[in-house]
């Protein structure tokens, strides 16, 4: 079946330091990618998605590129701040009876240190 | 646009006890779904509504599970005779129609004692 493998965290930062938190997919067809943010006491939130191949879906100064021949959505920014920390996930979509299943990586928690 | 809301936000129980979680989608989407989150995991896929009709059930859902949207509003989900197992993050989430984006609600976290 379908799966979303992340780099495990958890991922510890200074503040404006660059970012890359790594992910893989395995999927029959073209799914869409997504990364999800989760704060602390909150709901998931979409960060970012890509429909494509080479499309680059971007937010909020995070940027991801769905690469078809490595089957990667890595997620990069170039400065992150302290208010970036949380726990982020990559994802895809499924479709089932005519609705986007999505399927998650296990999450990988960013902590940033001002 | 209120976002999606779910109820509680936090449930302890013993084992063996029924629960049931309330989720109020965004108003205009028709579709609704709801995923599990254990610890330190992302979320599984549980089951997917499309109005009233429930289109698709993970098999992660045993028969202690049962999920409806009455009037294709708001859901609840029901666990049976729960288990220590079953502790974890209920989340709910829907969209719209044609749209591709899922809004998550905030969840409901479920401690069996």
């Known amino acids: 079946g379908n799966s979303v493998t992340q780099m495990e965290g958890p991922v510890t930062l200074s503040e404006e330091a660059f970012l890359t938190i790594n992910c893989t997919y395995t999927a029959t067809g073209y799914p869409s990618l997504f990364w999800y943010v989760q704060y602390p006491g909150e709901g998931l939130q979409l960060l970012l998605k890509?429909?494509?191949?080479?499309d680059k879906g971007s937010n909020k100064g995070f940027e991801a590129t769905y690469r078809k021949e490595t089957t990667s959505f890595h997620l990069e920014k170039g400065s992150v701040q302290v208010s970036d920390s949380a726990v982020y996930f990559c994802a895809l979509s499924e479709i089932a009876q005519g609705a986007q299943k999505l399927v998650f990586g296990q999450g990988t928690r960013l902590t940033i240190n001002p | 646009d209120t976002g999606v809301s779910q109820d509680p936000r936090h449930k302890i129980t013993k084992r063996g006890q029924n629960v049931t979680f309330r989720c109020d989608p965004i108003s205009e989407h028709n579709r609704l779904y709801w995923y599990r989150q254990t610890l330190g995991q992302g979320p599984e896929f549980l089951t997917y509504?499309?109005?009233?009709?429930?289109?698709?059930k993970s098999r992660l859902l045993s028969d202690r599970f049962s999920a409806e949207r009455p009037k294709g509003s708001f859901s609840t989900l029901e666990i049976q005779r729960t288990e220590q197992g079953d502790s974890a993050m209920y989340l709910c989430?829907?969209?719209?129609?044609?749209?591709?984006?899922?809004?998550f609600g905030p969840g409901t976290r479920l401690t069996v004692l």
């Open positions: 890509a429909t494509k191949a080479d």
């Open positions: 989430a829907s969209s719209f129609r044609l749209a591709n984006e899922q809004f």
């Open positions: 509504f499309q109005n009233e009709a429930q289109l698709e």
